[in-house]
């Protein structure tokens, strides 16, 4: 099985062009299954027993500790594997898909107004200009190109020099491995110069456009750490990296573009994900009707 699992890895690095990120979620999320097996017949785990019963047992065992989203999620793993031990012929079928994950709770974006949004990405350079440090320059120009550009966390750190632009930004490999040119509108390039001006500050060490303090590419991690930190600093209710691209998408949508022009924006493979933003945009408003004094003791 460990052969397997190897070859598996190799796979998703080579074939899939998989990220980083997305191989080790995977083999991480199969060795929880391995391990599982191994209890349960206290051996090795062998490929004779990926069964629909041990799949339905092992996803039962999921239930008091993980969320809906977080099962299906292990369940793809197993199903990627067991696709790739089927093209191998290692296996005839592919059971896992005939093991239906848990249906979650259907929930919407969550997204800051546009006065939440300005807050937050202003945040890092409210002192004076002249007194702010390196990375305080290089947070607002992360903000501004999460919100501005309405990236995801991972596209924005593995930004290189090469990808910018005058006027637009190219994301590469992004989810899907697909690439796409996004527009880089005035705030965001300004943002983004005046931390180009202070990046050798931080002697790099490669081209990445955003550098943590020791010069190399900054993490994901420390992306929400900082959001955290500079969203307590602007008085922002508590949020997340991801909730500036739902919010670029959800003011985009209020501003009148369309559904399929914010499809391409975000890098949707299907228009489904991109049109939640217009039941998100519709409560919004609605949210905002419901303060008017004449919505209200109506008869």
């Given at each position: 099985m460990d052969e397997l699992v190897d070859r598996f890895r190799s796979h998703l690095e080579a074939e899939k062009r998989a990220s980083p990120h997305t191989v080790?979620?995977?083999?991480?999320?199969?060795?929880?299954?391995?391990?599982?097996?191994?209890?349960?017949?206290?051996?090795?785990?062998?490929?004779?027993?990926?069964?629909?019963?041990?799949?339905?047992?092992?996803?039962?065992?999921?239930?008091?500790?993980?969320?809906?989203?977080?099962?299906?999620?292990?369940?793809?793993?197993?199903?990627?594997?067991?696709?790739?031990?089927?093209?191998?012929?290692?296996?005839?079928?592919?059971?896992?898909?005939?093991?239906?994950p848990p249906k979650g709770k259907k929930s919407l974006p969550t997204f800051l107004t546009?006065?939440?949004a300005t807050a937050l990405v202003?945040?890092?350079?409210?002192?004076?200009?002249?007194?702010?440090?390196?990375?305080a320059i290089r947070d607002a120009?992360?903000?501004?190109?999460?919100?501005?550009?309405?990236?995801?966390?991972?596209?924005?750190?593995?930004?290189?020099?090469?990808?910018?632009?005058s006027n637009e930004l190219r994301v590469r490999r992004g989810k899907g491995g697909k690439d796409r040119i996004v527009p880089l509108g005035r705030k965001a390039r300004e943002a983004l110069d005046a931390w180009l001006e202070r990046r050798l500050e931080l002697a790099p060490s490669d081209s990445a456009v955003f550098l943590?303090?020791?010069?190399?590419?900054?993490?994901?991690?420390?992306?929400?750490r900082f959001v955290d930190r500079h969203a307590?600093?602007?008085?922002?209710?508590?949020?997340?990296?991801?909730a500036l691209r739902h919010?670029?998408?959800?003011?985009?949508?209020?501003?009148?573009?369309?559904?399929?022009s914010i499809q391409e924006l975000l890098g949707h493979s299907s228009i489904k994900t991109t049109a939640r933003y217009a039941h998100v945009d519709l409560?919004?408003?609605?949210?905002?009707?419901?303060?008017h004094p004449h919505a209200k003791g109506k008869k």
């Amino acid at each position: 099985m460990d052969e397997l699992v190897d070859r598996f890895r190799s796979h998703l690095e080579a074939e899939k062009r998989a990220s980083p990120h997305t191989v080790r979620a995977y083999l991480q999320n199969l060795q929880e299954l391995l391990a599982f097996i191994a209890l349960k017949r206290e051996r090795a785990p062998e490929v004779a027993d990926l069964d629909i019963p041990m799949l339905r047992s092992y996803l039962a065992s999921l239930f008091q500790q993980n969320e809906a989203v977080t099962i299906a999620r292990k369940l793809s793993a197993v199903r990627g594997f067991m696709r790739f031990l089927k093209r191998e012929k290692v296996i005839d079928e592919n059971v896992a898909m005939l093991v239906r994950p848990p249906k979650g709770k259907k929930s919407l974006p969550t997204f800051l107004t546009p006065e939440q949004a300005t807050a937050l990405v202003e945040a890092p350079t409210a002192k004076r200009r002249d007194a702010l440090r390196a990375l305080a320059i290089r947070d607002a120009a992360i903000l501004e190109v999460l919100y501005g550009c309405g990236l995801r966390v991972s596209e924005c750190v593995n930004l290189d020099l090469g990808d910018l632009e005058s006027n637009e930004l190219r994301v590469r490999r992004g989810k899907g491995g697909k690439d796409r040119i996004v527009p880089l509108g005035r705030k965001a390039r300004e943002a983004l110069d005046a931390w180009l001006e202070r990046r050798l500050e931080l002697a790099p060490s490669d081209s990445a456009v955003f550098l943590n303090y020791r010069g190399g590419r900054v993490s994901v991690r420390s992306v929400r750490r900082f959001v955290d930190r500079h969203a307590i600093a602007g008085g922002v209710p508590d949020t997340h990296p991801h909730a500036l691209r739902h919010s670029y998408a959800t003011h985009l949508l209020g501003s009148g573009a369309d559904l399929r022009s914010i499809q391409e924006l975000l890098g949707h493979s299907s228009i489904k994900t991109t049109a939640r933003y217009a039941h998100v945009d519709l409560q919004y408003l609605q949210g905002q009707y419901e303060k008017h004094p004449h919505a209200k003791g109506k008869k």
